[in-house]
């Protein structure tokens, strides 16, 4: 059973930066894809980034392109994601979720069956 956890949230002031971390395991084969998403309240979950092991493909959302970076450490079966430039509007928790059923990126949350318990960002001043 794939299991996620994120960690590195906070409070971070305008301009600042984060890194997300997300720890995966339990997956049964090696081709799948982890996306990292955001929800802020009353908004529906955004997909910000994704990195395939199908294809090493990596993708990013408009609304984050230039500011974020997704990378991953497999040894460690870890996905990163540098967060930098940091606005108000990025508040909001964030997540990281697989896709295993072809490991193909998408930035659609319906097609990520296994998600964390989610990791809140803050940014104010």
């Known amino acids: 059973q794939v299991q996620l956890v994120e960690s590195g949230g906070g409070l971070v002031p305008p301009g600042g930066s984060l890194r997300l971390s997300c720890a995966a395991s339990g997956f049964k084969y090696p081709l799948y894809a982890i996306g990292w998403f955001r929800q802020a309240p009353g908004n529906e979950r955004e997909g910000l980034s994704c990195i395939s092991n199908t294809d090493g493909s990596i993708h990013y959302a408009d609304s984050v392109k230039g500011r974020f970076t997704i990378s991953r450490d497999n040894a460690k079966n870890m996905v990163y994601l540098q967060m930098n430039s940091l606005k108000p509007e990025d508040t909001a928790v964030y997540y990281c979720?697989?896709?295993?059923?072809?490991?193909?990126?998408?930035?659609?949350?319906?097609?990520?069956?296994?998600w964390g318990q989610g990791t809140q960002v803050t940014v104010s001043s």
């Open positions: 979720a697989a896709r295993t059923l072809n490991g193909y990126c998408t930035f659609g949350y319906r097609d990520f069956g296994s």
